[in-house]
């Protein structure tokens, strides 16, 4: 088992640090547009028993 | 009892007199009222048409950047030939869709196919991930037991690869052990088509029992849970990428056609408008003159 795994991360995080660090190194007139692709603005909302799940503690 | 049956029939009637003399006694001013806001309807479709028809040609360019990922992922699948085992019923969808709407049927689409899967039998053993606000809204009524996670935030701007590695994160740690699925995605065709499709989903399990898994080299559990990760990742990618791009150029069509309907209506109320203003005229001129010869 590699050292990333060990530490809990899955092989998305591990690419991704990899990738932010590779962006990182970039020269600067290259590392503007790089570090756009970087961006995520995605909220998710774990789900059960049909209601999202902070609304269910919530109500408790 | 004669009593009561003549206000039953001439309620009506009185209805049907004012209905009547609504309708002819429009007033210039209700109509330019409502001339005014069909040309504002109309101006403002045409912006969001010039608008997704900006954001369409960035969407298809980066399509075409994003199609090896998914299809290098399914090569793998099929190559190997990996089946969904029969054991374990256990199912995973994941519904691609946006939070925008106005934009034909590109929403309603995807979740058809998730609810007549989910009408079937054996749907107490699928589960459903909601990508965008509107296949949320649309499987929330009717199959909100089945759904485990909503993401949101999808279609405002174009989606980046960060995005897909967050909701196959959000798939990996759920907890639930699905042993193959679904990604319910719109595949694009061309600026006036697209077609639901899908693309598969398996266990880490299933993979390892496939029949032709030999023909690739030196792969052990460890490669394979990884290849697994990534891949999910970048048939996420793929599938937001195929939704956005059918997404835009859906919605390029819906508002030429409503810019195309506000047109016409334009053109009616304008015509109503002219003539009533002429009717006006004439009507007053009568009555000037029939006015002036009485006096004589």
Redesign the interface.
């Known amino acids: 088992m590699t050292a990333w795994r060990q530490a809990g991360l899955n092989y998305i995080n591990y690419s991704n640090i990899a990738a932010k660090v590779l962006r990182r190194a970039l020269k600067p007139e290259l590392r503007t547009e790089a570090l756009k692709r970087d961006e995520s603005h995605v909220r998710i909302t774990p789900w059960a028993n049909g209601r999202p799940a902070h609304l269910q503690q919530a109500d408790k | 009892m004669l009593g009561r049956v003549v206000p039953g029939v001439t309620t009506p009637v009185v209805a049907v007199i004012n209905f009547q003399q609504n309708r002819n006694m429009a007033t210039l001013k209700a109509i330019s009222i409502r001339l005014k806001s069909v040309k504002n309807i109309q101006k403002i479709t045409q912006s969001m048409k010039m608008v997704s028809a900006a954001k369409y040609t960035r969407a298809e360019r980066d399509l075409k950047a994003a199609r090896p990922y998914g299809e290098g992922a399914v090569q793998f699948y099929e190559r190997a030939e990996v089946t969904p085992p029969e054991d374990d019923p256990k199912q995973l969808y994941v519904a691609m869709t946006s939070d925008r709407g106005l934009c034909g049927a590109v929403h309603t689409g995807v979740s058809k196919v998730i609810r007549t899967r989910l009408a079937e039998p054996g749907a107490e053993n699928i589960k459903v991930i909601c990508v965008g606000d509107k296949s949320r809204g649309i499987l ?1 009524r009717l199959y ?2 089945h ?8 279609g ?2 174009p989606p ?4 897909a ?6 798939i ?1 740690t ?1 907890g639930y052990e699905f042993a193959s699925g679904k990604i319910v995605y719109n595949k694009f065709k061309s600026v006036v088509s697209y077609q639901q499709s899908d693309l598969p989903l398996f266990s880490q399990k299933a993979v390892e029992n496939a029949p032709k898994l030999t023909i690739y080299d030196s792969l052990d559990a ?1 490669v394979i ?3 697994m ?2 891949s999910l ?1 970048s048939m996420l990618f793929y599938a937001l990428k195929e939704g956005a791009c059918s997404e835009q150029s859906s919605r390029m069509t819906a508002m030429d056609n409503a810019s195309k309907n506000a047109g016409e209506m334009i053109d009616k109320l304008t015509l109503t408008f002219n003539r009533t203003r002429q009717a006006v005229i004439t009507r007053e001129l009568i009555e000037i003159i029939s006015g002036a010869a009485a006096l004589d």
């Open positions: 929330q909100s037991k759904i485990i996670s909503v993401c949101q935030e999808i405002r701007l980046t690869f960060q995005d590695c967050k909701i196959a994160g959000a990996l759920s460890d849970q990884s290849y990760e990534f990742a």
